[in-house]
């Protein structure tokens, strides 16, 4: 292949906005039944809408929900598994309406379904519910799961239970309350016969990693049983594993580890490591554990990215699996000895696959089989063109441990000037309190492929690394995070990796916060010539929060109160609020900062960005604005995540001093 010659950021690129698009096909929640593997996925091409899939025996993958169906729940604004298999079908929640739906199968083929058909009431004016985490009740036709109300200018919810007959979509009196008076509630876990019923739950101002509470009740009882858990104690997951005893995952310990627990007694730890075996409860029907036909556990587990893995629960032997995947959802399925769950790695794209695990006592030297079902991206560039990470641990200024992911810049057809070094972006993940593993992503491809570098975060607060990492951004949402991509950003350009001059940081959500309070808080450096300038030459927010008293007041339910332990409560916390905000602190070392914006947000309404714009525009900071109409919390059409990224990238080009060909400028402000 012959090489050409230029300067970074102008390198000819075979990825465009439109390939990154088509990858970002969002495969999640699993689920295996019998021969036949179903999951969910988002299609950019199709407006964002989410599909139900199915594949049997025969090996051909079909879609079980036409448009314009769209099966995606609301249930705290970020949803989670939305469809369920039942006997003889499957039930989903409608995007649109937000009731639920069956579909059931026309004699014994999954692949023939009849036309939805309704099982909950249509929202009135003054009432509107919204459902999640289905589980089928045994000996009932019915599905329990949790309810959200929206009703009087409240959000109550509840566990209900929901019948397969059709009879309350008519009558909404048909559906039961099992269990109320919680705040928040998941994981609805009927035992084997019936009688009980476990579930999780939890209360403002905490937040499910903060602490929840694991109880059981015999099914129309309301006096329960706690089991596990309090205010500093995360519970997730419970599964029964007979009619008086259950699994669960539990953070007692420090890291989120598998427990047996029952009635009576203390908890016992099955396979006490310091790995994590779940993650943060962001999306309702997040089971990270599954129990296999010979009575072993599936389990995704690890520090930083997880390995799938068979617990043996009576003696703790834990044992991992050869497969050519390097990253584990923390979703998983099982029936009989076969799993469904997402992997990927650098060079693999998300994928469903079906792992079939070989019993207790099968043949001396028997292996897991694997079969991929589908991928995120069906068609990807020459694996040259795609950027091997490395993972660092660097030192903060604080001499704490910071993790990261360093994707150099990788294009086999060009090579920079000689003497020059790449810009590079730190990239601040959302949540905060989530992680980033090593996993192919076209978006990264998108500009590494150019010549600009990228170094991706998991500063403290992130999950994967145990419980004292993640709060180590108690009360400290603004600093530590702050520090840390600080931290990240410098320690490449000191190595001579990075141009210290043609430093970017960007970010989604939390992340988006993290970037503009990064570029607000006049923090600067000194180069090699001793000057002083700010760390940052430019910055992108997607959806960004700006101001935290605003965040507060006008989020979404179920993270209305999530500040109180990032920064404090108010009105006792006020000062610490506008203190930490980017609103009220652009100075002369901001540097320039593209705002991009849902105009549909719930949970980061777009007055967060309009503030800081309003604030960027009285000082004369360079910055650009643009909103995309019908998207939400996360672009999810095909048209608003090219234009955003063909803004990004020109924005880079535009404050750092290269031309990215075929990109048109984004217009000032």
Not at 101 to 107: A, F, I, K, P, T
Not at 279 to 289: D, K, N, R
Not at 651 to 667: E, I, K, L, S
Request: charged share 20%; net charge negative.
């Amino acid at each position: 292949m012959t090489t050409e010659t230029h300067i970074y950021g102008e390198w000819p690129s075979p990825i465009t906005g439109a390939d990154v698009a088509r990858g970002r096909v969002g495969l999640s929640f699993p689920v295996i039944t019998g021969s036949q593997v179903w999951w969910q996925e988002i299609r950019p091409s199709e407006a964002g809408r989410l599909a139900v899939v199915g594949q049997g025996p025969d090996g051909v993958r079909r879609d079980l929900l036409p448009a314009p169906w769209n099966a995606r729940t609301r249930v705290h604004e970020y949803g989670g598994q939305s469809y369920l298999p039942v006997p003889g079908g499957f039930l989903f929640a409608n995007f649109a309406d937000q009731r639920l739906y069956l579909c059931r199968m026309v004699g014994s083929a999954p692949q023939e379904l009849t036309e939805p058909e309704p099982l909950t009431a249509a929202p009135g004016e003054d009432c509107a519910d919204r459902f999640a985490d289905f589980v089928i009740a045994p000996g009932r036709d019915e599905v329990w799961c949790v309810r959200e109300r929206h009703a009087g200018g409240r959000i109550t919810r509840a566990i209900v239970a929901v019948p397969l007959d059709g009879s309350a979509a008519d009558d909404a009196s048909a559906v039961r309350v099992l269990v109320s008076g919680s705040d928040f509630y998941a994981f609805p876990a009927p035992s084997p016969d019936g009688k009980m019923l476990a579930w999780i739950c939890w209360d403002h101002p905490r937040m499910p990693w903060d602490g929840t509470e694991l109880r059981v009740a015999a099914v129309g009882d309301p006096r329960y049983q706690v089991v596990m858990g309090g205010d500093r104690e995360s519970v997730l997951a419970p599964v029964w594993r007979d009619d008086r005893s259950l699994y669960a995952v539990s953070d007692r310990s420090g890291w989120w580890n598998l427990y047996l627990a029952g009635p009576v007694g203390t908890p016992q730890a099955l396979c006490p490591r310091e790995e994590e075996f779940a993650a943060p409860l962001w999306q309702l029907g997040t089971y990270p554990f599954a129990v296999l036909g010979d009575g072993r556990l599936a389990v995704s587990h690890g520090s930083g990215p997880s390995r799938l893995g068979v617990l043996d629960p009576q003696t703790g032997q834990l044992s991992d699996f050869d497969l050519p995947y390097q990253a584990f959802s923390p979703w998983l399925s099982a029936s009989g000895q076969s799993v469904a769950i997402t992997a990927g790695g650098p060079t693999v794209p998300l994928s469903v696959v079906r792992v079939d695990i070989p019993p207790i006592g099968a043949t001396a030297g028997a292996t897991a089989q694997v079969s991929e079902l589908r991928r995120e991206a069906a068609d990807l560039p020459d694996a040259a063109y795609l950027p091997l990470p490395r993972a660092e641990r660097l030192t903060g200024r604080s001499g704490s441990e910071v993790h990261a992911l360093v994707y150099p810049p990788a294009n086999p057809a060009v090579c920079a000037p000689e003497g020059e070094l790449p810009p590079y972006i730190v990239w601040v993940h959302g949540g905060p309190t989530s992680h980033v593993v090593p996993r192919l992503d076209l978006e990264k491809a998108f500009f590494t492929s150019r010549g600009i570098g990228i170094i991706d975060v998991n500063y403290g607060g992130s999950s994967g690394y145990g419980r004292a990492y993640r709060e180590r951004l108690r009360g400290q949402w603004g600093v530590v995070d702050v520090a840390d991509v600080i931290t990240a950003a410098l320690a490449l350009a000191e190595a001579g990796e990075a141009d210290g001059k043609r430093l970017g940081i960007r970010g989604h959500s939390a992340g988006g916060w993290t970037a503009l309070a990064a570029v607000t808080s006049g923090i600067e450096v000194a180069d090699q010539d001793m000057e002083r300038g700010a760390v940052f030459a430019a910055a992108v927010s997607y959806y960004g929060v700006s101001d935290l008293r605003g965040f507060a007041e006008e989020t979404h339910d179920f993270e209305s109160r999530y500040l109180d332990g990032l920064i404090g409560p108010l009105p006792e916390s006020g000062a610490l609020y506008a203190e930490r905000a980017p609103a009220g602190h652009v100075n002369d070392l901001t540097c320039p900062i593209l705002l991009l914006q849902g105009l549909d947000d719930p949970v980061v309404p777009p007055v967060q960005a309009e503030t800081i714009a309003a604030e960027l525009a009285a000082h004369h900071i360079p910055y650009a604005y643009l909103t995309f109409a019908g998207e939400s919390h996360g672009f999810r059409k095909a048209d608003s995540i090219i234009a955003s990224l063909e803004a990004e990238l020109s924005w880079y080009g535009q404050t750092m001093g290269f031309t990215p060909p075929g990109v048109p400028p984004v217009p000032l402000a």
